[in-house]
């Protein structure tokens, strides 16, 4: 156990389904992200927050929606996925704002069918 | 724009079999290299942070390295413990942004 827990561990949703990725850490951390990694392809950057506040959206289409109520949760609410969207799903935190190695969770496996 | 590329994509070792594995990066400005560990199934788990041209950090049976140019994770002695995904991000003052290599899958054979 890292200290950053994501569930579910595993999520098969059809394409048109709505579901939402909870992150969350108990580290004391101040910034929170969201990575998508995909296979032999490098982890993507797709949000940022720090200090509950969104610093970052890097270019991520809107069906993908983060929300950050504390800065001990970060959840991703799905919706209309594509196919190309299944991945790895990352949630990492780090004490500030891209300081630092951070921590991740173990991620969540997503298939969209 | 930050580069990082990693090689070789796969590496296979016997145990006890020394190798390295290479993290090539092109940034404006470093702040930080980073190495990670990504065993399947997990998210990466933090080994590393290099900050200048001539640092070393050792854990266990790896050592890695820094030069202006690359990073190199050496692997000492290996087990086949050490077997998983071996990921390198840099991260510069231009762009805090951690950027990811493509990642270094290591096998240990008994």
């Known amino acids: 156990e890292t200290g950053v827990t994501q569930t579910p561990r595993h999520l098969v949703m059809g394409m048109t389904n709505k579901k939402s990725l909870k992150c969350e850490q108990h580290l004391g951390h101040n910034a929170m992200y969201w990575y998508k990694q995909s296979a032999k392809k490098p982890l993507e950057l797709m949000f940022v927050y720090s200090l509950e506040e969104r610093v970052e959206n890097n270019s991520v289409p809107s069906r993908f929606s983060p929300e950050c109520p504390n800065s001990s949760h970060l959840f991703l609410h799905l919706h209309t996925l594509q196919p190309e969207d299944s991945a790895l799903y990352l949630c990492?935190?780090?004490?500030?704002?891209?300081?630092?190695?951070?921590?991740f969770g173990s991620g969540t496996r997503l298939t969209v069918v | 724009e930050d580069q990082v590329t990693q090689s070789p994509e796969a590496l296979r070792l016997q145990e006890g079999e020394s190798s390295s594995l290479n993290c090539s990066y092109t940034?404006?400005?470093?702040?930080?290299l980073f190495w990670y560990r990504q065993d399947p199934g997990k998210g990466p788990e933090f080994l590393f942070t290099l900050y200048s041209a001539g640092e070393e950090k050792e854990k266990e049976r790896l050592k890695a390295t820094l030069t202006k140019k690359e990073s190199f994770l050496h692997i000492t002695a290996p087990k086949p413990e050490d077997s998983a995904t071996y990921l390198c991000a840099v991260q510069s003052y231009n762009n805090n942004d951690m950027r990811f290599g493509a990642g270094t899958r290591l096998t240990v054979k008994p």
């Open positions: 940034v404006s400005g470093l702040r930080g």
């Open positions: 990492a935190s780090s004490p500030t704002d891209r300081v630092g190695g951070y921590t």
